[in-house]
């Protein structure tokens, strides 16, 4: 709301983004210092209060306003719990190794580059490359190894059908595109052996004796659905409900290199929508209904393109594009989410599973996709699941995790039922008598009604497993029409999992957020909303003279008690340079405290995107910087507040 | 603050809050379905805004009030990494196997457990006990294996003393006291083993080949350390200043067995306060000199003795109690967050280390303890760890980890210095020029003189290691007096380490908020102050009529507006129970929906301790609560504005 600056102006380059996250420490390799371990990210001051943010924002628009029920559960999980969800046997990706090094590398990634290496390396012999290529363009070229070759039209043709599917391939198919297209590790040219699964679970083991195995969970979704029945009770008994849960998780990538897009330490945040499978209608969906997204549904990407189109969640629900209100629901809250902290909604979407990709179990997933340098990412998932997680641990543990729902108009059924006399059956058939119970308590309605019949004309021959045959007479036996009243309705409720990655929309928020002035590419400019900046406002005192101390105490005090996180610059630079360091950490306001302040009592405060100043007295800029800080007025009205400054102390 | 009742009228019994918290999952054994995992267990909605609270505070009270820098760094971590911390080696504790079932117990936990059964028998013996035993006891001392004994004066005096200093032994001392006085597994009677090492570190390997060997952090603190020159950068290259870090850590306990007091995973917030190892004063000290705590120090337990001493942190730096100003300094402050969340003050005291518990490298450390049925736990460390950690990484990695500060008086330093003429040395001593340059550059300031003064005289003779001479003229070597500046002052910064136990404070937290109403001992309490209640105000409407929604919406907006986290209760129970439940879940305010609200716009308002109900119009109750949940104003003051409630609907 802040900016009314065009950002686009110039070309991205991700070197100088990636050159200023780590010059400003948003976050940089962890033990970098021990040469550092691929996937694992430390996140210093700036982006880990940007991260802490995000999560308030997150369980104010999720937990907060739909009254879900948080939990905290344990990362380390015996064994047992991933045998039964399946993610011992199933949770892996496929690898393939360099038949000469034995480097590792993953197979689906390894056929997506080296194709798109291909295609780029065509496109360049047809002169189809529009703009001449930037330094950043060079650069990734470089890295993915384009040769300029030009392609038969056939061949263009199945590479792109090939990539718009890929995601539907398994590891025999993979292994049989890297033969069919000789596709080598680009690396080394060499060829690659036959794909292998990976599984992607960390393995440790609890306790002294080494014996109990256990993984540090891959998600936290299992935590939810092992407490299911607690939850249920901490809700009356009722559903829907959703519990939600933030926290970290770990997966053993095979060869991440992607930064914080691929890692293996990262903190999601996840829901678990629990409703009745018969009714998977939202009360609160005709609030979300006219949201719009860009949705790229299955039967598009199946038919091997990959167009997209603009359609709001209530048409995109109505056709059974989306498979329930639910499901639609959590689309558009989760549209709003990602809008809400900055991303750029021209570059997400939201990408409908295949048939292959999905679950066998799973009713229907979207992925929201963001739009960055490396190409569209899955950065939340958005599925149902059915029932069947817990019913995979209901069955393993023999625990019922079902809801009970009271009937408001009992079900009444009528049926045959069998009545002994007990004291007959015995004496006539003695040790028989147990086997003769089964066999009548095995037949069914017709065989009943059968029975009922034969013994109102006085007798009835049964017939053991081993041929022995028994005559009953209705002194033992008698059928009898029973009318019976079922008031409970039991189920397993459905699952509707919203599951989010926050270090991936962190970065792509840093991409959208990323520009340079052009009057100095030099000098990055990060346009975080004021929502999840890390500071919201920089008090910078001209110079670090005694007499400015009082008045940056009285606005950090002034500040802190609004509830608007600020930080002192007082160090030994010029202003400008102060200012420029914090365009970089994205604080989207600055007030400069000079010796006006001191003699009038007024102040300069600065905005980021456009560098426009604007003076007034100390509590009049305090109350202007707060409501902008807290969404309820933009820089235009701000500007109808305060005058413009044009001093020169202060000037950059 | 809300509190007016004495809450210590019952006696406590921790078997009826252990209900509690299970029944309204505050938390529960992790995986209780599959069996549970010792030390493992998960926060329910309660138990997880309960904690989420506690941590805002942390943040509030630590974080912005000293302006620290957050980091959020890597659980999983290279084995390097605790190799040159010495947590390979040294992060162990002792554990004895019991000889014939092989069943493995942690060595000073059993000495403990048993030494004190035999007191607890020897007291009984003598009539000691004071109040006839409650069912509390009676199952502790069951579990305890109390068998009444009366013992030997001497011998009780050497169990107290062992117990005294019980944290100073080592495993070979431990050992020793098992054969001395018979120790043995109190569960099947058999005697135990020697004690020996076993590493507290949970183990994993990083990548797929499986090559990489990986611990996940017992601390978050070596995240801290690997980061310093970038956190120092970030501070504009200024000590002191202080990174702080909220996360999980973990750690493989030989044998579990106290609930949340000792557990495998925890969050842990832990700050590194990096400070000028020659100045360890610190500017705010004076804020916090007149907080006064009870303190066991270092001498006492020496001597065998507990016995404490209230005293103020001011008095305790001026007479060297405690160390040094900035510890002190932290030591308040963890006093005061502790207060501030609801620990009773007088169930909190300071435990100095003992020489022997203490690393060696330390210089002074601190534990704030909290009593609990269990007796004295440590819930926070205050630990002065001087240059250590920054040092050993420095050493093992090449990389500088100092301060550079610029010198206000350059220091100014006068020294002999050799100087060559290189082209007359080499002609007169061809390949000897080396090996003499090396004897003359290894001589000391003494040396250099004595030699000045020969070649004054002419000549000067020196010797090989392997005995050959070489005579030097003025004409290839003179020594000269030099003038050295150094305007840089390098150093390692020291180290003061604050590090929260969260799980531990929060088991405290809710023991003494736990009480019972005297007339129904059933019902229990949790009297938590409104900073930290999971829930602050429960909005109850006397019955699930549709008349009633629409306050109840406005109310829930109202609040929410203000800040205020509230939940309706709208289940289809007695108003009564439906607060017996809140009461349970520590929410400290109720307010009741009833007819007259629709009626006359009223609602009513319910202290939770006191059960106190007050009336008045919906938005002068709404403004009231909020000053109450803020801190703002106390119960009385709240009778001051709000009539009392006498009306017949909504009494329990």
Same mark, same amino acid.
């Given at each position: 709301?802040?900016?009314?600056?065009?950002?686009?102006?110039?070309?991205?380059?991700?070197?100088?983004?990636?050159?200023?996250?780590?010059?400003?420490?948003?976050?940089?390799?962890?033990?970098?210092?021990?040469?550092?371990?691929?996937?694992?990210?430390?996140?210093?001051?700036?982006?880990?209060?940007?991260?802490?943010?995000?999560?308030?924002?997150?369980?104010?628009?999720?937990?907060?306003?739909?009254?879900?029920?948080?939990?905290?559960?344990?990362?380390?999980?015996?064994?047992?719990?991933?045998?039964?969800?399946?993610?011992?046997?199933?949770?892996?990706?496929?690898?393939?190794?360099?038949?000469?090094?034995?480097?590792?590398?993953?197979?689906?990634?390894?056929?997506?580059?080296?194709?798109?290496?291909?295609?780029?390396?065509?496109?360049?012999?047809?002169?189809?490359?529009?703009?001449?290529?930037?330094?950043?363009?060079?650069?990734?070229?470089?890295?993915?190894?384009?040769?300029?070759?030009?392609?038969?039209?056939?061949?263009?043709?199945?590479?792109?059908?090939?990539?718009?599917?890929?995601?539907?391939?398994?590891? *025999?198919?993979?292994?049989?595109?890297?033969?069919?297209?000789?596709?080598?590790?680009?690396?080394?040219?060499?060829?690659?052996?036959?794909?292998? &699964?990976?599984?992607?679970?960390?393995?440790?083991?609890?306790? *002294?004796?080494?014996?109990?195995?256990?993984?540090?969970?891959?998600?936290?979704?299992?935590?939810? +659905?092992?407490? +299911?029945?607690?939850?249920? /009770?901490?809700?009356?008994?009722?559903?829907?409900?959703?519990?939600?849960?933030?926290?970290?998780?770990?997966?053993?990538?095979?060869?991440?290199?992607?930064?914080?897009?691929?890692?293996?330490?990262?903190?999601?945040?996840?829901?678990?929508?629990?409703?009745?499978?018969?009714?998977?209608?939202?009360?609160?969906?005709?609030?979300?209904?006219?949201?719009?997204?860009?949705?790229?549904?299955?039967?598009?990407?199946?038919?091997?393109?990959?167009?997209?189109?603009?359609?709001?969640?209530?048409?995109?629900?109505?056709?059974?594009?989306?498979?329930?209100?639910?499901?639609?629901?959590?689309?558009?809250?989760?549209?709003?989410?990602?809008?809400?902290?900055?991303?750029?909604?021209?570059?997400?979407?939201?990408? &409908?599973?295949?048939?292959?990709?999905?679950?066998?179990?799973?009713?229907?997933?979207?992925?929201?996709?963001?739009?960055?340098?490396?190409?569209?990412?899955?950065?939340?998932?958005?599925? /149902?699941?059915?029932?069947?997680?817990?019913?995979?641990?209901?069955?393993?543990?023999?625990? =019922?995790?079902?809801?009970?729902?009271?009937?408001?108009?009992?079900?009444?059924?009528?049926?045959?039922?069998?009545?002994?006399?007990?004291?007959?059956?015995?004496?006539?058939?003695?040790?028989?008598?147990?086997?003769? &119970?089964?066999?009548?308590?095995?037949?069914?309605?017709?065989?009943?009604?059968?029975?009922?019949?034969?013994?109102?004309?006085?007798? #009835?021959?049964?017939?053991?497993?081993?041929?022995?045959?028994? #005559?009953?007479? *209705?002194?033992?036996?008698?059928?009898?029409?029973?009318?019976?009243?079922?008031?409970?309705?039991?189920?397993?409720?459905?699952?509707?999992? =919203?599951? +989010?990655?926050?270090?991936?929309?962190?970065?792509?928020?840093?991409?959208?957020?990323?520009?340079?002035?052009?009057?100095?590419?030099?000098?990055?400019?990060?346009?975080?909303?004021?929502?999840?900046?890390?500071?919201?406002?920089?008090?910078?005192?001209?110079?670090?003279?005694?007499?400015?101390?009082?008045?940056?105490?009285?606005?950090?005090?002034?500040?802190?008690?609004?509830?608007?996180?600020?930080?002192?610059?007082?160090?030994?630079?010029?202003?400008?340079?102060?200012?420029?360091?914090?365009?970089?950490?994205?604080?989207?306001?600055?007030?400069?405290?000079?010796?006006?302040?001191?003699?009038?009592?007024?102040?300069?405060?600065?905005?980021?995107?456009?560098?426009?100043?604007?003076?007034?007295?100390?509590?009049?800029?305090?109350?202007?910087?707060?409501?902008?800080?807290?969404?309820?007025?933009?820089?235009?009205?701000?500007?109808?507040?305060?005058?413009?400054?044009?001093?020169?102390?202060?000037?950059?």
């Amino acid at each position: 709301m802040a900016s009314t600056v065009n950002k686009t102006t110039h070309t991205f380059d991700k070197s100088r983004l990636d050159a200023l996250l780590n010059r400003r420490f948003f976050y940089a390799p962890a033990f970098e210092i021990y040469g550092g371990v691929a996937g694992l990210y430390d996140y210093g001051p700036a982006g880990s209060t940007l991260q802490a943010n995000i999560i308030a924002e997150w369980r104010k628009h999720f937990i907060i306003e739909d009254g879900m029920l948080e939990l905290d559960t344990t990362i380390m999980t015996p064994s047992a719990v991933f045998e039964t969800s399946g993610h011992v046997a199933r949770f892996a990706d496929w690898m393939v190794k360099d038949v000469k090094t034995g480097d590792v590398l993953r197979a689906d990634h390894l056929v997506k580059s080296v194709l798109e290496a291909r295609l780029a390396g065509d496109k360049e012999a047809r002169g189809q490359e529009a703009a001449p290529p930037t330094e950043d363009k060079k650069r990734k070229k470089k890295a993915a190894k384009v040769t300029v070759v030009k392609l038969e039209d056939a061949v263009v043709q199945q590479y792109e059908t090939i990539l718009a599917q890929l995601d539907n391939y398994g590891g *025999p198919e993979i292994g049989e595109l890297c033969r069919k297209y000789d596709i080598r590790n680009p690396d080394t040219d060499n060829e690659v052996g036959e794909p292998q &699964q990976f599984n992607l679970m960390f393995q440790s083991s609890i306790g *002294p004796t080494g014996q109990h195995k256990g993984f540090l969970r891959p998600e936290t979704a299992q935590g939810h +659905f092992l407490n +299911f029945n607690r939850l249920l /009770d901490y809700n009356n008994g009722r559903v829907p409900f959703a519990s939600a849960q933030i926290g970290r998780s770990f997966r053993n990538e095979i060869s991440p290199r992607a930064g914080l897009l691929r890692v293996r330490e990262f903190t999601m945040a996840e829901i678990e929508h629990f409703v009745d499978p018969e009714d998977k209608s939202h009360t609160r969906f005709k609030e979300v209904r006219d949201v719009e997204i860009v949705a790229l549904d299955r039967h598009t990407q199946e038919a091997g393109n990959s167009e997209t189109r603009r359609i709001t969640v209530g048409e995109a629900v109505d056709k059974g594009i989306i498979a329930n209100e639910t499901l639609g629901y959590f689309v558009a809250r989760i549209y709003q989410f990602l809008v809400n902290i900055g991303i750029d909604p021209a570059r997400l979407r939201f990408r &409908q599973h295949m048939g292959n990709e999905m679950a066998h179990y799973a009713t229907d997933c979207w992925d929201a996709e963001i739009q960055n340098t490396t190409g569209w990412t899955e950065c939340v998932g958005c599925a /149902d699941r059915a029932a069947y997680d817990l019913s995979v641990h209901s069955a393993k543990t023999g625990t =019922p995790l079902v809801v009970r729902q009271a009937l408001k108009e009992p079900i009444v059924t009528e049926k045959e039922a069998a009545e002994w006399n007990k004291k007959a059956l015995g004496k006539t058939f003695k040790q028989d008598a147990g086997t003769i &119970q089964k066999i009548v308590e095995g037949l069914d309605e017709t065989g009943l009604i059968k029975l009922k019949g034969e013994l109102s004309q006085g007798s #009835t021959t049964l017939k053991s497993e081993e041929g022995k045959e028994f #005559t009953l007479t *209705p002194e033992v036996l008698t059928i009898e029409r029973k009318t019976l009243k079922q008031s409970i309705r039991e189920f397993t409720p459905n699952v509707i999992e =919203p599951s +989010f990655g926050l270090g991936r929309i962190l970065y792509c928020l840093l991409e959208h957020s990323f520009w340079a002035r052009e009057q100095d590419v030099e000098r990055g400019v990060l346009s975080l909303p004021p929502l999840v900046a890390p500071t919201k406002v920089l008090i910078v005192p001209l110079s670090a003279r005694e007499e400015f101390d009082p008045i940056v105490a009285e606005i950090t005090a002034k500040l802190r008690r609004a509830g608007v996180f600020s930080r002192i610059d007082d160090s030994n630079t010029s202003i400008g340079k102060r200012y420029a360091r914090n365009d970089e950490l994205g604080t989207p306001y600055g007030l400069t405290i000079d010796f006006a302040s001191v003699q009038n009592r007024t102040v300069t405060i600065r905005e980021r995107d456009t560098m426009d100043q604007r003076i007034g007295k100390i509590d009049d800029v305090i109350a202007t910087v707060t409501e902008l800080v807290f969404g309820n007025i933009d820089w235009a009205e701000a500007c109808n507040r305060l005058p413009k400054y044009d001093g020169v102390q202060a000037v950059e």
